[in-house]
């Protein structure tokens, strides 16, 4: 099992915001870009211990008889999730809020559109119960 | 760590950007100062657009998206 060391992610947020609050008074856009790539890194970060987390999600799926396609499903939703927070965070500290709005709508309408398969089953399911 | 060094020379962009700015404010060429802010803003997309790039393609791995 490999994660990132805590101690080593949390200094690197510490001296950031240090640099940011310097930065944001002075030049905002160049905080913006900062900020931004400072989330990435520690997406990437968080990569390498999620896919381990997913694995093991997988494999108690597997013993539990739960197929992998409604799994699939729910780890797209967990992605887009992530990828939507990024965004809209971001624009949120940039004082975009309303941008910020619109990819949460956007991320949402997506899920939607992705959990399909899952609300057909589950509604198929009811109406058998029903019938 | 790795991938830390991107953070340093972003930090390093945008501080020189903020100096070369100001100084050029003081000498009166605001037009001078604005071309260099854009430009700091450009180098440094340039620097990110990589970090991001390779955050899309672990997450479409990882993911299935």
């Known amino acids: ?131 | 760590m790795w991938g830390a060094e991107i953070i340093w020379q972003l930090a390093g962009i945008g501080i020189l950007v903020a100096v070369i700015y100001s100084v050029l404010k003081q000498a009166g060429r605001d037009e001078l100062a604005w071309v260099v802010t854009l430009g700091g803003v450009a180098v440094a997309l340039l620097l990110v657009i990589r970090l991001i790039n390779e955050l899309f393609q672990n997450v479409r791995a990882m993911f299935g998206l």
């Open chain 1, 1 to 131: 099992m490999s994660y990132p060391n805590p101690y080593q992610i949390l200094g690197l947020c510490l001296a950031v915001l240090v640099l940011l609050v310097v930065l944001r008074k002075e030049r905002p856009e160049m905080a913006l870009v900062l900020s931004l790539a400072t989330g990435v890194l520690l997406f990437l970060y968080l990569l390498a211990p999620l896919g381990q987390a997913f694995r093991i999600l997988r494999d108690l799926g597997a013993r539990a008889g739960v197929g992998a396609e409604p799994l699939g499903i729910v780890l797209k939703i967990v992605g887009l999730a992530y990828l939507a927070e990024l965004g809209s965070s971001l624009a949120r500290d940039a004082g975009e809020s309303a941008l910020a709005a619109k990819v949460e709508l956007l991320a949402k309408v997506t899920m939607v559109v992705v959990s399909a398969p899952l609300i057909a089953g589950v509604a198929e399911t009811l109406a058998g119960i029903l019938r």
